[in-house]
């Protein structure tokens, strides 16, 4: 079965940076519209960004210029680099298809908290 893993988990400060990396065996990313997501406590998932096959991405107005999506083609992995952080980013993180994501694709996310 296909899923989704993510990981980069941790706890940094305001202001500080952290980069999450995603992988999915089988799915090559460079043919598919893949999102990254986030859901914090009481909050539901929303999407903060996402790169289709071309490389063009696009970034929920929360987080533009602060977060930015790469991928790594030949290691098959998507990237999300966050700086600046802030607590309103603190939030377990996924990745999956988009604007489709099946739900035995999502994967146990990783945690990131952003706190003084």
């Excluded at 914090?40 to 999506?69: I, P, Q, W």
């Excluded at 790594?72 to 600046?84: F, P, R, W």
Aim: aromatic fraction near 12%; glycine fraction near 10%; charged fraction near 20%.
């Amino acid at each position: 079965q296909v899923q989704f893993v993510e990981s980069g988990v941790g706890l940094v400060q305001p202001g500080g940076s952290l980069r999450l990396s995603c992988s999915a065996s089988g799915i090559p990313f460079r043919l598919y519209t893949t999102g990254w997501y986030r859901q914090d406590s009481g909050n539901e998932r929303e999407l903060v960004a996402h790169m289709n096959s071309l490389g063009a991405t696009m970034y929920a107005d929360s987080v533009k210029g602060r977060f930015t999506v790469s991928r790594d083609n030949d290691k098959n992995t998507l990237y999300l680099q966050m700086n600046n952080l802030k607590p309103e980013d603190t939030a377990v993180y996924y990745c999956n298809f988009f604007p489709k994501s099946p739900d035995l694709y999502w994967g146990q996310g990783t945690k990131v908290t952003v706190s003084p």
